[in-house]
Every structure is written in C-alpha cells, then in structure tokens.
C-alpha cells in the first residue's frame, strides 16, 4: 500500500527533500555539454516559480503550457509550475501551429514557456489570452534572464496530494487528443512501484533515453525516476539510437529507456558493446518480440525489461524484473497494480484466452471534460484498449490493440504477432501490418516493410517473406498482400501511426 500524507507536493519531495537527504552538490542533469547539481536545479526551478508568481501573477490551480526538448531548463520549467501549486501541460515539441491550437482550447493554459528555437509555431497558433515567455534565447525578457534576477529561494505551494499536478495529452492518431489528469501523489506512485520494484535504482546511476518528457515514458524514466532515487539524468535534445548508444557509452548511462525499434537499430549498427555501463534497459511503447529479446540478449548479455504503460494510467503497471522476465510476455502487474483480462461485459475470461486488458492501482484515467471516459474506466478498471492473454503463472502476453486485431475468413489475427514474424527474417529492416479490405476473406493481413539495402523489392521477396511467414506462426496468418515502403508512419512518441496504416490499408 502507498501512503501519501494529504498535502503533498511532488516538486518538494523529488527535488528539495532529494536536496536535504543527499546535498546539494551531486550530478542531477547532464546534457552532452553541460551538467546541472541537484542544488542548481533547485535554484533554476525556485526562480521559475518566482517569475511565474511575482512577475506573471501566475496562482495556483492556473495551467502552464511547456513545450521545448528534452533539456535541464526544460525540467526546471517543469518543476517550477509544480512548485507554484500550478498544472504543467507539457506538450510534444513537434507539434505544429493547429495541434497546439487544440491543446490550447482544451487545456486552457494561461502561461506558455516556450523553447526560444521552438517559438514559431506557438506564436502562430490561436492561442487568445495565452501570455507566451521563451526560455533559453537572449534578450532580456527571455525567462533565462528573467530568472537571473530573481533568488531561487520559493518554498513550494502546500498543495493536496490529490490537486492535480499535470496534464499529459494522449498522442491522437484517432479523434481528438484527450487529455488526462494526474495528482501529485500519482507522480510519486510511478516511481514508488515500478521504479522502485523493477528497476531499484541507486544514487549513483545515471538514467538516459530517447521519449520526449511530454510523453509520459520520458517524463517517468527521464525525470521523476531519477529524482526520486537522487540519481541522475542524461538529457539528449535528439538523438538516433546511433547516437544514443554513443552517448550512453560516453557518459556510462546505467538505466537505459527507449523503444524496441531504437534497441533493433542499435543492434543492426554493431554498436552493442557501447551499452557495456548498463544494468536495466526498459523497453516500452510497442510491444517487444521474443526474438529481438534473444538477439539483444545475446549481444549484450543484458535482459530486456519489457512494460506496458499508458498515459492514462501514467507509467508502466506491467512489468517484470530482471530474474522474473519471460522473454516474449510483458510481464506481471506490477506491486501495486491488479490486471485482469476481460470479455466486452465485463467478466473475467479463462487463462489461455484473449480478451480486454483491465487494470486497477494507484494510478488511472482521468479525462479532462471528455466523454470517452466512460469508455475507458469501466466498474472501476481501466481499460487499456490492448487485447492480452494471461496464462497460469499470471504472466501477460500482447496480442494486438483491441482495434489492431484481423479478423480474416473467420480468423481472428492479431497484426503484432505477424510483425514479430517477419522482422525475424534477415531481409526485414521495420514492418508492420494491417487490415486490408478483401472481398472474398472480409479483410486479409497486409504487411508494410522496409527492406534492409540492397534487397530488391520484387516478387520473389515478396513469395521468400510470406514462406517465411508461414513456416514461423500458423500458415493462415501470413500476409496476403506485402508493399514494400521506405518508410513506416510514426507518430511523435515514435509509436506506428496505426490510424495511418489502417487508412493506407483501406486505400
Ligand atoms: O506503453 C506506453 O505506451 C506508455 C505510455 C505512457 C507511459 C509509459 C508507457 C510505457
């Protein structure tokens, strides 16, 4: 059981009681260039504060928009609103004018701290009544030099563990993007459960990765999982897994989060002997196959953990750590966090056998204002949208997203098992399938593939893939329709666009 004191403020308790226990003088932020102390991001996030209340009139409750890279000032902004008793809305970087419009109408900021080089498309945006302050530029009302004259000394808004800290916005590929809540305290739970239990970090590690902070995996891995152990965070503006995995060997990362794809790449580069410092790579955001477990495994010595997570629900509620890991299963509910599968009424389906992830814990959705609420919390559980089987031991294995599975002459396919299956073939760079309209079958599985260089993409390719298929998972599942692309849709969490694929299916 997690036992939060009724007022709670999590800036205090990842920063300044970090602060007390440990001193001000360790390793907090490094960036390829620089490195922040704890006591330093104490004092940047102090000022932040400062500008925000005694400059911009900023109260508590009042949303502040973010929106700039992964970087120390970054944090210090993220902090600062929390500091204040404010909502920090922290939004991906990539978004453009009419995107930001969107969050702006439904999140209702009142402030914007802006990354200088990311001002453009903000300052284009209708965005009214929203008070817009750069940070990290060079005049002197750029919140850099705003906060150079304040002292950084604030003292935190006693806010109620249940006040709510931040609003982190679902990515949207369909429909509107919806926007959840979370409490302070549910950003202190995160770390208490599958920080704490799956990757038991110490002061002395050093966390890296590639997720946006707007994106709550990073914000999790990046941030909050670090402070909370007094440990450190490389922060890495962008960076392809060529270069993460260099940085990771340059700065001797311990605590390693990015997706299946990034730790593909970094195998396919030969540069697994640059993760030599690490001791728990998270992999999270798609699902993780078996087969790359292995060869990553084999390659490093070094035991995937798999999770799955939501922004609904924050951070990862399933998971394994590292003696417990089945390569291919995501893993079990993590400490704290209770999952079941279940059929569309509701009732628990026999192990063995797909059905709804539901899931209940310290964390859970929250819509702001938005009707589909009703959807996802369902008698108390959270309903992922994900389609899971549980077997005996209580270990969960992914299927598809509910809406990813193919139902073809009467077979129900789920798409990710077919991905697994072809990227297993040595041709097979990135692939991912959908349903494609078929007049006879109703739907048939079509795979999308990037071809490693220099295999020709014809049909004798197309004829060696689905063999391979065929003699990897049951023949029936094995992609009828294959289209070679250079390319697969991603959105900007990285996740396979799947709203794109299924509309380039159906095209
Ligand atoms: O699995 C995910 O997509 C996810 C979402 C939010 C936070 C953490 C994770 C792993």
Same mark, same amino acid.
């Given at each position: 059981e997690l036992a939060y004191p009724d007022r709670l403020n999590c800036a205090t308790a990842l920063l300044d009681d970090t602060v007390e226990r440990l001193g001000p003088d360790r390793r907090c932020l490094l960036t390829p260039t620089e490195q922040w102390t704890y006591g330093e991001l104490q004092r940047r996030s102090g000022q932040v504060a400062q500008v925000l209340t005694e400059d911009l009139g900023l109260v508590p409750g009042n949303r502040v928009l973010l929106r700039g890279p992964n970087n120390p000032w970054l944090v210090a902004c993220w902090l600062g609103v929390l500091k204040a008793g404010a909502v920090a809305v922290t939004t991906m970087p990539l978004l453009r004018a009419h995107e930001l419009e969107t969050v702006h109408e439904i999140g209702a900021p009142v402030i914007a701290l802006c990354d200088h080089r990311f001002h453009d498309d903000l300052a284009a %945006? !209708? $965005?009214?009544?929203l008070t817009i302050l750069t940070y990290g530029g060079a005049g002197s009302d750029d919140l850099t030099a705003l906060c150079g %004259?304040? $002292?950084?000394?604030f003292t935190a808004v006693d806010t109620a563990a249940d006040d709510v800290a931040l609003i982190a916005f679902t990515s949207g590929t369909t429909g509107r993007p919806k926007a959840t809540m979370h409490f302070h305290r549910d950003v202190l739970a995160n770390a208490d459960t599958f920080s704490r239990h799956i990757l038991e970090p110490e002061p002395e590690d050093l966390f890296a990765g590639t997720p946006? #902070? %707007?994106f709550t995996f990073g914000l999790g891995g990046l941030v909050v999982f670090p402070l909370r152990a007094g440990a450190a965070s490389l922060l890495l503006e962008q960076a392809t897994p060529q270069q993460l995995a260099e940085q990771v060997a340059e700065h001797g990362v311990t605590v390693l989060f990015t997706a299946p794809t990034a730790y593909r790449a970094i195998l396919a580069a030969g540069l697994a002997d640059r993760l030599s410092a690490v001791r728990r790579c998270v992999s999270a955001g798609e699902s993780l196959p078996a087969a790359l477990w292995e060869a990553f495994h084999e390659a490093t010595g070094l035991r995937l953990v798999d999770g799955i997570g939501a922004t609904e629900l924050l951070h990862i509620f399933i998971s394994a750590a590292d003696g417990d890991i089945r390569p291919g299963a995501t893993g079990r509910p993590v400490p704290g966090y209770r999952a079941a599968v279940l059929d569309e009424q509701g009732s628990p389906v026999p192990d063995g056998q797909p059905g709804l992830l539901a899931v209940k814990g310290p964390t859970g959705c929250r819509y #702001?204002?938005? !009707?589909r609420q009703a959807g996802y919390v369902r008698d108390g559980w959270n309903v992922t949208g994900d389609t899971y089987i549980r077997d005996r031991d209580g270990y969960f294995w992914y299927q598809a997203r509910s809406d990813d599975m193919i139902v073809s002459s009467g077979h129900n396919i789920a798409g990710p098992e077919v991905e697994q299956a072809l990227i297993g073939h040595p041709d097979v760079l990135d692939c991912a399938v959908a349903g494609a309209p078929d007049e006879r079958r109703g739907m048939i599985v079509k795979a999308y593939v990037v071809l490693r260089d220099g295999v020709p993409a014809g049909p004798g390719t197309v004829k060696e893939l689905q063999d391979f298929v065929k003699r990897t998972i049951a023949p029936y599942k094995y992609p009828r329709a294959v289209e070679f692309v250079p390319a697969l849709p991603r959105n900007s969490s990285g996740k396979i666009h799947r709203a794109e694929l299924r509309r380039w299916a159906r095209a």
């Open positions: %945006a !209708e $965005t009214p009544g %004259a304040k $002292t950084g000394v946006p #902070l %707007a #702001l204002d938005d !009707e």
